[in-house]
């Protein structure tokens, strides 16, 4: 896998592909926990789940890249949109979203992508992976979710169905604990 | 594809999301750091499965779980969120501070609970 692997520079063209689409969804999540609209926040979420994509696409990762833009692009932010809208947040510039403590959380922010960079640097610097299309297909990866995978999948299921009714016994007002 | 790039978008994809957690006030701003967060964890295993080229497709399956339990934790959390919004009228997570309701005795008066261990 490392023997005949190209050069780190130049880039080829796919790496070209994601590393623009990597800036985009790095940027836009920079303006998800900088802008001052609750809004915009949840739409700034929307690009970066999009690039995120797109990087799966470039990935070969095809099945899970359209599963990406289902749930998290359709469901998620459709749910955060819904939870700002009932928490009566305001529609403009907003002031306290930020907490005091913001300089202590860059701080830590930075000091966790500096150790997190350092050890993948030096641990993959050689790795390269050929990308074969095919390979994340609905139809191989369907194959093995319902062959080797399906006892998780099914775990999976009933823990949806946990959450489910975990929610709506959360959101109903007429439930009340025990006394 | 060299592994060395989506590893690191994934890397600062987290560090992101860690700012966003520590920083933010709002609770559902937290709750988008979160997704962020479980998002690099997704690029870092399809990048892996790509790279070892996993017969099983061991990375890519754990996406779509992760993903699955993805939605489930915002489904919940919303709710939670918005239960504390019922009774405190904020979802500002530095303001909510108390760990049990004050439960004042019947007849003293004073706080119940400075004696329950």
């Known amino acids: ?179 | 594809m060299h592994v060395v790039y989506p590893v690191v978008v994934s890397a600062l994809l987290f560090s992101i999301g860690v700012y966003g957690v520590l920083a933010r006030r709002n609770a559902i701003l937290v709750l988008m750091s979160v997704e962020l967060m479980l998002n690099a964890v997704n690029l870092n295993l399809v990048a892996f499965d790509v790279w070892l080229r996993d017969r099983l497709h061991g990375g890519q399956v754990l996406t779509l779980f992760v993903i699955v339990i993805a939605a489930a934790e915002v489904g919940l959390g919303l709710a939670i969120v918005l239960a504390v919004f019922r009774t405190r009228r904020t979802v500002d997570v530095d303001r909510l501070r108390a760990l049990a309701e004050v439960v004042r005795a019947p007849d003293s008066g004073r706080p119940d609970g400075e004696g329950a261990s």
């Open chain 1, 1 to 179: 896998m490392t023997s005949q692997a190209p050069g780190l520079w130049p880039p080829s063209g796919p790496e070209v592909v994601f590393l623009l689409l990597g800036a985009v969804a790095v940027g836009s999540a920079l303006l998800v926990v900088t802008t001052r609209q609750l809004v915009h926040a949840a739409l700034w979420l929307v690009v970066c789940f999009g690039a995120l994509a797109g990087g799966y696409l470039v990935l070969t990762a095809e099945f899970v890249a359209w599963v990406q833009v289902l749930i998290y692009v359709g469901a998620v932010v459709v749910l955060l949109l819904f939870g700002i809208m009932l928490t009566r947040a305001p529609i403009g510039p907003s002031a306290g979203l930020d907490s005091g403590n913001r300089w202590a959380a860059a701080l830590v922010a930075v000091a966790t992508a500096a150790v997190l960079v350092t050890v993948v640097v030096t641990g993959f610097r050689t790795a390269y992976a050929p990308l074969r299309p095919g390979q994340g297909a609905a139809e191989p990866l369907g194959a093995s979710i319902f062959r080797t995978w399906v006892l998780p999948f099914e775990a999976l299921s009933v823990l949806l169905l946990a959450a489910l009714i975990g929610a709506i016994v959360l959101s109903r007002t007429d439930i009340r604990g025990r006394e």
